[in-house]
């Protein structure tokens, strides 16, 4: 029940509040206005390749254990993941890091974190110490792992609607929310996580304008990835790739950035309610639930007024927002 003009308008208030945090956190580590000169200089803290493989076990299982000391979200006791080496086939799809789930019945419920080799030291440079970390945190603990094995192991969740009907406003919004978490509570704690923490929410915010343009608006591939070099400092060719995958799989691309507001807006309105708000059970009641779409989540979880609370708090006059 949100209309396409008021996705889009979210898209660009997000784009631009974001842009100007990420600037301001730009000068505050001496970069000055140059954004892509500082993620240069900070990508060039990064393990040598022989060991990329090991820092990711490393980190992937720290943020494991943060999680669970934290008690930030109940963990998954039956459950397995592997750092690996990306898959050779696969490699043309996943040009950085990517996470495949465990099937419903899997009674390990193994999970593969893929890592692709770089093939020179530009992609080298993508896996930074502090990089790595917020990669984790997405991909594993407390990220898509978590959230798809609770999910797993759920027997609403593996209801065969739901199974049948993933939403990435969940699973992706998820992801992106828990890169929040994590530097809210202190694992992400670098001096630079908060700059490399807004410069991907950038990318994420950039992609609900794209997606909507290119599906919607007639917004041709290299108008668009003259957007991502303007916005993001992508080079070309890894705008061109990103865009590939945007033109196949429409309101994709734009998931990231809309459940992510939704699942902060839906928190700060239980947080101010009459009742006392529990942030580890609110963060299993919203995974016990599967791969939905949120505002379904929203409205069997707190029913149809609270949805309308949060659609309010996002959209509200978004329609005639058509910058």
Not at 152 to 160: K, M
Not at 219 to 243: C, E, K, N
Not at 269 to 289: E, I, T, W
Request: proline share 6%; aromatic share 8%; with cysteine.
């Amino acid at each position: 029940d949100v209309g396409v003009d008021e996705v889009r308008a979210l898209g660009v208030r997000l784009l631009e509040e974001t842009g100007a945090a990420l600037l301001q956190e730009c000068r505050a580590l001496g970069g000055g206005d140059d954004v892509a000169a500082l993620t240069r200089r900070l990508n060039a803290n990064h393990p040598p390749q022989a060991q990329l493989l090991e820092v990711y076990r490393m980190q992937m299982q720290a943020a494991q254990e943060f999680v669970s000391s934290h008690d930030l979200v109940s963990v998954p006791q039956a459950t397995r993941l592997e750092v690996m080496e990306t898959p050779l086939f696969l490699r043309h799809q996943i040009p950085f890091a990517a996470y495949n789930e465990p099937v419903p019945n899997d009674p390990e419920q193994q999970g593969y974190y893929y890592v692709t080799p770089p093939v020179d030291s530009e992609q080298l440079a993508e896996h930074s110490y502090a990089g790595i970390m917020h990669t984790c945190a997405h991909e594993a603990w407390p990220g898509h792992h978590l959230q798809f094995v609770t999910a797993n192991q759920n027997p609403i969740a593996r209801s065969l609607p739901r199974l049948l009907n993933p939403s990435a406003t969940l699973y992706e919004g998820w992801a992106l929310y828990s890169e929040q978490l994590m530097h809210e509570h202190g694992f992400l704690a670098r001096p630079e996580s908060r700059f490399m923490l807004l410069r991907d929410r950038l990318w994420r915010a950039l992609r609900i304008v794209i997606d909507v343009d290119i599906h919607t608006r007639g917004l041709t591939l290299d108008a668009a990835a003259d957007l991502m070099v303007q916005h993001l400092g992508f080079p070309r060719s890894q705008a061109l790739a990103d865009l590939a995958w945007y033109s196949r799989a429409p309101t994709l691309p734009l998931s990231y950035a809309t459940g992510w507001p939704i699942i902060n807006a839906l928190r700060e309105r239980l947080r101010g309610g009459a009742a006392g708000f529990d942030l580890k059970h609110y963060h299993d009641q919203l995974l016990s639930q599967g791969s939905v779409a949120l505002p379904r989540v929203v409205r069997r979880l707190y029913g149809d007024s609270m949805w309308s609370a949060v659609k309010s708090d996002l959209f509200q006059g978004a329609v005639d927002a058509k910058t």
